[in-house]
């Protein structure tokens, strides 16, 4: 059984930063592509980043330059620095495994999310 624990979610100033962590057990975390998203109230479901199992990134346009996804596969753990927080950015942030089989099907697991407001 595949869990995803998200961790380091809070209450943070305009321009502050904030360092979530997400850790993978039951499974091998080098087997994933794995990405961070977020849901702000009312809105729906949106991609922030994803690193691949090799190491590549990518990032939603609205957070280039701010934010930093990384992978440390030895503890199982994926990271998301955000650094110059805005109102914007507060949304439930969460944790996605995604594990692409040799029949292309799509095996997703998820976490339970963490909260990230930012607010003076």
């Known amino acids: 059984q595949v869990q995803l624990v998200e961790s380091g979610g809070g209450l943070v100033q305009p321009g502050g930063s904030l360092r979530l962590s997400c850790a993978v057990s039951g499974s091998i975390l080098s087997i994933y592509n794995m990405g961070w998203y977020r849901q702000a109230p009312g809105k729906q479901r949106e991609l922030v980043a994803t690193i691949t199992s090799g190491g590549g990134t990518s990032y939603a346009d609205s957070v280039k330059g701010r934010f930093a996804i990384s992978r440390d596969n030895a503890k199982n753990t994926v990271y998301l620095q955000m650094n110059s927080l805005k109102p914007e950015d507060t949304a439930v942030y969460y944790c996605?495994?995604?594990?692409?089989?040799?029949?292309?099907?799509?095996?997703?697991?998820w976490g339970q999310g963490t909260q990230v407001t930012v607010s003076s």
């Open positions: 996605n495994a995604r594990r692409v089989l040799p029949s292309a099907s799509v095996i997703d697991y």
